[in-house]
C-alpha cells in the first residue's frame, strides 16, 4: 500500500509543535561549520541563558541529556540580531582554518644524509 500526503493531514495524527531547542539545534540550523563549533556552542548557551533571565523566561532542562532547552522565539530573535554575526565570524575562521601552508606544521623536518 502506498502512502499519500492525504494520510499526514488525517484528522487523527498528532502534531507536535517545537517550542525549546538546544543551542546545538539552532547553529545547525543557521549553517554553522561544525569544525570547531564546541566554543560556539557553549557561548551561544550561556548568552540564552542571559537573554532569558532577563525576560524572565524559563530556560528547561532536558531530563535525559540535562541539555538547556530555549525557547524558540527567544532564541530566534537573538540568532537575528547578534547569532548570526557570531556564526558568519566562525564560518570566516573555520574555513580559513583548512587553509595551510606546505611546511608550516609543527613537525620538524626530515633532515636528508
Not at 28 to 54: D, T, Y
Request: charged share 25%; aromatic share 6%.
Amino acid at each position: 500500500m502506498a502512502k499519500s500526503s492525504e494520510a499526514s493531514d488525517a484528522p487523527g495524527r498528532r502534531h507536535s509543535a517545537v517550542t525549546h531547542k538546544p543551542a546545538l539545534a539552532y547553529l545547525v540550523e543557521w549553517n554553522a561549520n561544525q569544525k570547531g563549533r564546541r566554543a560556539l556552542v557553549f557561548r551561544l548557551s550561556s548568552a540564552l541563558v542571559r537573554v532569558c533571565a532577563e525576560r524572565g523566561v524559563p530556560v528547561l532542562l532536558c531530563p535525559h541529556t540535562k541539555t538547556r532547552l530555549f525557547p524558540v522565539d527567544v532564541a530566534n530573535e537573538f540568532m537575528m540580531k547578534i547569532g548570526a554575526s557570531w556564526v558568519d565570524d566562525h564560518n570566516a575562521i573555520s574555513s580559513r582554518r583548512g587553509q595551510r601552508i606546505p611546511g608550516s606544521g609543527r613537525r620538524a623536518t626530515r633532515i636528508e644524509r
